[in-house]
């Protein structure tokens, strides 16, 4: 068997680098493609957080139109039976928001 000539030896390593450049290229790509990977996966993650808060925030403002509703029947109900006047109705209600305001500003101290 005839050895290698130096321009085959040459050529192989010529290939054996080249083949070094692209596993080591190969290896990046794979890096890059993991760090997509966990960018977009992170990404959905904090688009399902969004609709969970967004869900939410329906959910609080059908209640909040329900209590509103109710709020407002009940005041029919007491004013048209003469319960209490109207004007006795919007002071405790205005008196209520006060108290709420007070609370709110309390726990932010």
């Given at each position: 068997r005839?050895?290698?000539?130096?321009r085959q030896r040459s050529h192989e390593a010529e290939s054996e680098e080249q083949l070094k450049k692209l596993a080591q290229s190969a290896k990046e790509a794979a890096e890059t493609i993991t760090l997509i990977a966990e960018a977009k996966a992170e990404l959905l993650s904090l688009k399902r957080e969004k609709l969970a808060g967004v869900e939410k925030l329906a959910e609080v403002d059908t209640e909040k139109q329900r209590l509103t509703k109710a709020l407002a029947?009940?005041?029919?109900?007491?004013?048209?039976s003469g319960k209490v006047s109207e004007a006795q109705w919007e002071a405790q209600v205005l008196k209520v928001k006060l108290e709420r305001e007070k609370v709110d500003r309390d726990a932010e101290e």
């Open positions: 005839r050895e290698p000539t130096r029947d009940l005041k029919d109900t007491m004013v048209n």
